[in-house]
């Protein structure tokens, strides 16, 4: 009975002692696993938002692009908006061009013109290429305003629709064209001489 008992006490011992081996083992084996697991669920969750961040920053610069070509195209429109307004000043005012362009045509007729010639060939060669020179040059910066400033009202037609424009840049772009009609009108009216036209010599 006595050696039963210890057999019996061994066996159950043994049988225990293989019991938690064998959990042991297997504990270590399931741990590789759970690590591996981890590191892959670590890595796709990297992955997706890394993933996130190139969409959003993408998106970002899909966004931004529009947006700088939009403002650069409004500076561009508003600066030949001013530029428009400021040619047709130019063509009302009179301008350096013009200054020395008549002064050249006057030296032109001093030079082409005889002492014996007649007074009204005098005065014709001498001030009225002259003041017809004056008239042609402003009238080329009337026209040039005038066609600057109807490039810049037109220009939203050719854009991306549904984008207005800026109302200051309408306001400026007209006044170049009136002032552009204006002047092309006077430019047009000095060279028939319709306006001060040329005294009589008779």
């Known amino acids: 009975m006595g050696t039963k008992t210890v057999d019996e006490a061994v066996n159950e011992n043994g049988t225990e002692a293989k019991s938690d081996q064998e959990?042991?083992?297997?504990?270590?084996?399931?741990?590789?696993?759970?690590?591996?697991a981890r590191s892959?669920?670590?890595?796709e969750a990297a992955g997706e938002e890394q993933d996130e961040i190139e969409e959003e920053d993408e998106t970002e610069e899909g966004?931004?692009?529009p947006e700088a070509a939009e403002g650069t195209s409004g500076i561009g429109q508003g600066a030949a908006a001013v530029v428009s307004a400021g040619l047709g000043l130019v063509s009302l005012?009179?301008?350096w061009v013009a200054t020395v362009a008549a002064a050249r045509e006057t030296l032109v007729g001093q030079l082409q013109t005889s002492q014996s010639a007649s007074v009204a060939k005098q005065v014709k060669e001498v001030y009225g290429d002259a003041w017809t020179t004056t008239a042609v040059v402003g009238g080329l910066f009337a026209l040039?305003?005038?066609i600057v400033g109807v490039v810049v009202l037109v220009r939203p037609a050719f854009g991306a629709p549904g984008k207005p424009q800026a109302a200051w840049?309408?306001?400026?772009?007209w006044a170049g064209v009136s002032l552009g009609v204006i002047?092309?009108?006077l430019a047009v009216a000095k060279y028939s001489d319709?306006?001060?036209g040329l005294p009589s010599t008779s």
């Open 144 to 146: 040039a305003a005038l």
């Open 63 to 65: 966004t931004a692009a």
């Open 93 to 95: 005012s009179g301008s």
């Open 40 to 43: 892959e669920a670590d890595t």
């Open 194 to 196: 319709i306006l001060l």
């Open 23 to 36: 959990t042991v083992d297997v504990t270590k084996a399931d741990a590789p696993a759970e690590t591996e």
């Open 183 to 185: 002047g092309l009108v």
């Open 169 to 173: 840049i309408k306001s400026v772009a």
